[in-house]
């Protein structure tokens, strides 16, 4: 069975910084590409960054280029996200997602 447990979120000042972490089991991780998604308040979840499966190739999108960083480590099953010089629009859910499955998120607030 899939399962993606996301953690890390929070409160945080604009200009701060977090990382998330997401925990995968249930299927051969190291085999596939895993994206980090958000949702905020009111919107559509958009992918944020994407991972190959080594890691060696990131993809984000242009809102967090230059702010956010994905990175995984195969050995524990696990993606990271470090968010930092966070915005107030960055607030959301985010969750991380791969063979159609997504965990159940972690709440991203960016408030003063």
């Known amino acids: 069975q899939v399962q993606l447990v996301e953690s890390g979120g929070g409160l945080v000042q604009p200009g701060g910084s977090l990382t998330l972490s997401c925990v995968a089991s249930?299927?051969?991780?190291?085999?596939?590409?895993v994206t980090w998604y958000r949702r905020p308040p009111g919107k559509e979840r958009e992918p944020v960054a994407v991972?190959?499966?080594?890691?060696?190739?990131?993809n984000y999108a242009d809102s967090v280029k230059g702010r956010f960083t994905i990175s995984r480590d195969n050995t524990k099953n696990t993606v990271y996200l470090q968010m930092k010089n966070l915005k107030r629009e960055d607030t959301g859910v985010y969750y991380c997602?791969?063979?159609?499955?997504w965990g159940q998120g972690t709440q991203v607030t960016v408030s003063s």
């Open positions: 997602g791969t063979l159609g499955y």
């Open positions: 249930g299927f051969t991780f190291s085999s596939y590409a």
């Open positions: 991972i190959s499966v080594t890691g060696g190739t990131t």
